[in-house]
């Protein structure tokens, strides 16, 4: 059996979980392309113009799999559908509606993963649900969860700490990136500008990879000093991220896509909070002139060379 | 300026500023504390509120900035938000720093929590403005407030449903204007019943009897845009004088009592299309849509602010509605730069397709049964 995965939004959370999952059941897992002009395109076209950017590149990237479907032999694609989770935390609500969209606007078969913590749907029962469907005892797939949720715990340490000693020798310039995981990991998206920053020798570090991960209370709550009445589980994380890195980087750089909903509101606080660094908010849209980003890129790094000397 | 301690604003939505300050005026201690209703809703509100909020934000946000900034301005220090689900429930935190980062002074009151409304969390809050509020009488002043909103509600979809049917034109607008009015200083239960059954009376005698064939369009979306006439640039009024019969499901009422009993109902009403919540609003959206094919409706009207998830997520599954029942629908975005006559032209060109479509199914109905 073969299953396909789009490789955009909530694909970079679970990256490694699914790739460990999928194998410990013997299934065979096809990721879709990387992101390219085709796909974007593709996917504006099955859009709404006004969703957010990087949802209608998931739906590029749900196109390009059911392309490959004959070719490959792709018995279904999975959709996650990530809704709440634990101490009231939510997902943005595009996050909730995709496998409905993909079921409406595209003649497939999908799957889905439905993560719902006030309904009762918790991360384990999911992925039983989800083995379900493969024809798999829910035996066998409680225990690919364990595993892969440990490979993923793994994976995230490893970069995070390969992030911090990057951060304690790096002598060059150090700035950090808020971004979502699925803007910064697309490579149409995120790619071309840390290309850039290697360009210009600069080293960049992205608030996503933090010291939240581990089990510690005071650390996942230092999004407090910022926000205190959010709830979106990934700006959490990536305000978690701005406290831990604050007094470390010489600029802050919010990368956002348009119109995303969370950012819109949750970038403008922290940029009214956070005073004592020097930031920039960057909004990407489907229009691909770079050159006017680069240019803005180009004289923030110019600033905070001046100031650092 | 007023000598008062506390002034107290809120943001407008459609009519409710009538039972908000109604509550208000019985919870607050006169002596030290005054209501100060925001000017009404004028092309100001919305550009002094879009100047100070984030660039793509939802058009709700902006309003109530406007709304805020120029109570403030006249004098306000203590505001109420009123919160709630998707982005509204972060409004609060986000307004509050820009405000205060302009450099004014207040007190600031959110009512419902992201998890739903708490009632002795905001009998806290209050308790910090009037220290003499007790919380049974609270509790009661509450629960009064709950019921006039409710009749507020009866009473304006009933306005809205008949004014295609007035006997002279202007009539129910004019009850409608003195309602209101009265509505203010109600203090008791039976005040409010005697003058529910004044005013239904009133309505009912102003309506024809006969209530001929006119074109049916149903108003799904979210809710701000459908509660906040100047917010969808007047689109009821307009379609009702245009001689439309006007059907819209979302009211305080309905969002706040009915609205999670009905998720399950929703769940199966749409169940061809949908199978799970589609966050906010959209769900009903898609429910309401399927429910007004069935009633027979001859074109439905999906309004919504720029830059809303929920009912983004509800579009494509409205379009495959639309062009498997087919059944017109027409999607509207407002934000703060949509001109009324871009609105006009496009509600013109709809109805006039909808007439249309009714004498042909008309005419082909005839050819069937000779």
């Known amino acids: ?309 | 300026m007023s000598s008062k301690k506390y002034v107290i604003s809120f943001p407008h939505i459609g009519n409710y500023y009538v039972p908000v300050y109604n509550l208000l005026s019985k919870l607050i201690d006169k002596d030290t504390t005054k209501i100060l209703v925001p000017d009404k809703m004028s092309k100001n509100t919305i550009d002094i509120g879009s100047k100070f909020s984030p660039e793509y934000i939802c058009v709700p946000f902006k309003y109530n900035m406007g709304n805020f900034i120029e109570s403030l301005n006249k004098g306000a220090n203590v505001l109420i938000q009123a919160g709630g689900g998707c982005r509204y429930g972060y409004y609060a935190e986000i307004q509050e720093q820009i405000l205060r980062d302009m450099g004014y002074d207040f007190k600031y009151i959110t009512l419902l929590d992201p998890e739903g409304v708490n009632i002795k969390k905001v009998y806290g809050r209050f308790k910090k403005i009037n220290e003499k509020l007790k919380f049974k009488d609270f509790a009661l002043h509450f629960i009064f407030a709950i019921k006039a909103i409710n009749i507020l509600d009866k009473f304006e979809t009933y306005i809205r449903e008949n004014i295609v049917f007035e006997k002279n034109k202007g009539e129910l607008e004019k009850i409608h204007k003195n309602f209101l009015e009265e509505l203010k200083y109600i203090n008791s239960y039976k005040e409010l019943y005697e003058f529910k059954n004044k005013y239904f009376n009133l309505a009912k005698n102003a309506v024809k009897n006969d209530k001929s064939d006119v074109i049916k369009i149903g108003i799904v979306g979210e809710l701000y845009t459908s509660m906040e006439p100047f917010s969808s640039m007047f689109l009821e009024k307009e379609l009702s004088q245009m001689g439309c019969f006007v059907k819209r499901y979302t009211t305080v009422t309905y969002l706040l009592f009915e609205k999670g009993r009905a998720q399950k109902g929703h769940l199966k009403n749409a169940k061809d299309y949908v199978c799970h919540s589609l966050g906010a609003d959209g769900l009903e959206s898609v429910s309401h849509t399927l429910e007004l094919v069935n009633n027979g409706y001859d074109g439905i009207i999906h309004i919504k602010p720029f830059g809303c998830t929920p009912e983004i997520n509800a579009m494509p599954i409205l379009q495959k509605i639309s062009r498997e029942k087919n059944i017109p629908i027409i999607y509207f975005t407002f934000d703060s730069q949509t001109s009324e006559a871009g609105i006009k032209t496009r509600l013109e060109a709809f109805l006039d397709m909808m007439v249309m479509r009714k004498e042909k199914i008309k005419k082909n109905r005839r050819e069937v049964y000779g």
Not at chain 1, 17 to 46: H, P, R, W
Not at chain 1, 85 to 102: E, G, H, R, S, W
Not at chain 1, 174 to 194: E, P, Q, R
């Open chain 1, 1 to 309: 059996m073969k299953i396909g995965i789009p490789k955009a939004l909530c694909y970079f959370e679970y990256a490694e979980m699914f790739k460990c999952f999928f194998k410990e059941l013997g299934i065979e897992v096809v990721l879709s392309n990387d992101t390219d002009k085709k796909m974007l395109q593709n996917g504006i076209y099955a859009s709404i113009d006004e969703e957010c950017l990087a949802s209608k590149i998931f739906l590029g990237h749900v196109k390009d799999l059911i392309s490959r479907k004959e070719s490959e032999n792709i018995d279904y694609i999975v959709i996650p559908r990530l809704c709440t989770f634990k101490n009231n935390q939510t997902m943005c609500v595009k996050f909730y509606a995709l496998y409905d969209i993909c079921c409406n606007i595209f003649d497939s078969k999908f799957l889905i993963l439905n993560v719902d913590y006030n309904k009762g749907e918790n991360e384990l029962k999911a992925f039983i649900n989800l083995g379900k469907k493969l024809n798999k005892g829910s035996y066998e797939t409680t225990i690919s969860y364990f595993k892969a949720k440990r490979m993923q715990k793994n994976y995230e340490i490893d970069k995070l700490n390969n992030q911090l000693k990057k951060l304690n020798e790096s002598k060059n310039l150090k700035i950090l990136i808020v971004a979502h995981s699925y803007v910064y990991n697309d490579k149409y998206l995120g790619f071309t500008i840390k290309d850039y920053f290697e360009k210009l020798g600069v080293d960049i570090f992205y608030a996503d990879i933090n010291s939240s991960i581990y089990k510690n209370e005071e650390m996942k709550m230092r999004y407090k000093n910022i926000s205190k009445s959010i709830y979106w589980k990934q700006n959490i994380k990536l305000l978690n991220g701005v406290c831990e890195y604050l007094d470390k980087v010489d600029g802050i750089i919010y990368f956002s896509v348009f119109p995303c909903g969370t950012d819109s509101l949750v970038n403008e606080l922290c940029i009214r909070k956070v005073k004592n660094v020097p930031s920039m908010n960057i909004i990407l849209d489907e229009e691909d002139g770079m050159a006017g980003i680069y240019t803005r890129l180009e004289s923030f790094t110019d600033i905070l060379e001046k100031v650092k000397k």
